[in-house]
């Protein structure tokens, strides 16, 4: 494996969380001591339910919001004892594509501005060879050099989505993360999307971090998958291993809950009772206890820590626990998952990529 680009070391953030005449009632623990490695030319999904801290653990990586405690090392260098000017040169090496393709472009700016912008702030080429280079970038993506000249509100999400990829690829980053890129399109588009995504990370040798809900999505993109539950990683491993064979209960559930799966053995899963619990005052020892239908009082008692080599698990009862097998397909559902597959591997016959709606 070849050696990170990324890592992360008990990385934590919080949010104070104020009464309505300002005073501080608590604070929410969006991420709570976080440890991640991100090998170079390597897939990272991060996964799990909403308001896990999927999305600030994304911006905590490229330092666009500060942590609390933590060391994050890009590059071997520690993007915290960065100075401001260190840290914007830094940033032409780390680029994020967001998940609304219609709130992050700006409606003033024409596409050849917005793509030209990173080229201009980084020095990447000359002003006069700035054109060229948007119409290379555009190409890129599968759009038309002369859709350059036009203005955000006359494209469709998809194509709003490629003209964010082109301005994330203009000032030749080593690393993305991509915080939902797809989950706003259309199933048909976000297939292109994605196949768009995994050629520009195979022709460029990109560094990707998908943060993703779509479990269908990121079996097919990512070499690894990290599973967040309450602001903490509760499972990491290889896709494959994690897909086949989860160890923590909270993963069995979120592989189980995609529709047309079912539990291992091909049976059902016992629906997860309760609701989530607040991320202002987590449950003591593992966050997942209280819905979790095999805890036993330890663990309430202890946090769990993520234990292994290649495939970790933080789970007091992971080694006793019956193992899982892969979820099985029903004819009853998973029509969507199928239809995802199909775009997948069928390459015969690609879908334009430059057509209006996508």
């Avoid at 071997?76 to 780390?94: K, N, V, Y």
């Avoid at 917005?114 to 002003?127: D, K, Q, S, T, Y």
């Avoid at 009082?297 to 097998?325: F, I, M």
């Avoid at 029903?330 to 016959?349: I, P, S």
């Amino acid at each position: 494996m070849s050696e990170p680009i990324l890592e992360l070391r008990d990385v934590a953030r919080a949010f104070p969380v104020r009464d309505a005449l300002g005073r501080a009632r608590g604070a929410v623990r969006a991420v709570d001591g976080v440890s991640l490695s991100v090998p170079e030319g390597s897939v990272l999904a991060i996964v799990g339910e909403s308001g896990c801290g999927k999305s600030t653990l994304g911006r905590l990586m490229l330092r666009l919001i500060e942590p609390d405690r933590g060391a994050i090392r890009f590059m071997g260098e520690d993007l915290r004892a960065l100075s401001p000017a260190a840290l914007r040169r830094r940033r032409r090496d780390m680029q994020l594509i967001f998940q609304d393709p219609f709130a992050s472009l700006d409606p003033r700016m024409t596409v050849e501005q917005a793509v030209a912008e990173p080229l201009r702030l980084h020095g990447i080429v000359p002003r006069a060879q700035e054109a060229a280079r948007v119409a290379e970038l555009l190409a890129r993506v599968g759009l038309r050099p002369e859709q350059a000249r036009r203005w955000p509100h006359e494209f469709s999400g998809g194509q709003r989505q490629r003209i964010a990829i082109a301005r994330a690829l203009a000032s030749r980053p080593r690393l993305i993360v991509g915080d939902e890129p797809v989950s706003a399109l259309d199933v048909s588009v976000q297939a292109q999307v994605v196949n768009l995504l995994q050629d520009l990370i195979a022709e460029l040798g990109l560094t990707f971090v998908l943060i993703s809900h779509d479990l269908g999505v990121v079996r097919h993109v990512a070499d690894r998958v990290a599973v967040m539950y309450l602001g903490r990683i509760v499972e990491d491993g290889p896709t494959e291993a994690v897909f086949a064979a989860p160890r923590h209960p909270y993963t069995r559930a979120l592989l189980a809950s995609v529709p047309g799966q079912g539990g291992p053995g091909g049976g059902k899963v016992a629906v997860l009772e309760g609701d989530i619990p607040s991320p202002i005052d987590p449950p003591s020892g593992c966050r997942f206890r209280t819905r979790c239908p095999h805890a036993v009082p330890l663990c309430a008692e202890t946090t769990p820590e993520l234990e292994g080599a290649a495939h970790r698990v933080a789970c007091h009862l992971a080694d006793s626990l019956s193992p899982a097998t892969p979820p099985r397909e029903r004819d009853a559902g998973g029509e969507r998952l199928r239809r995802l597959q199909g775009f997948f591997t069928d390459r015969a016959n690609p879908a334009p990529s430059t057509g209006d709606r996508a």
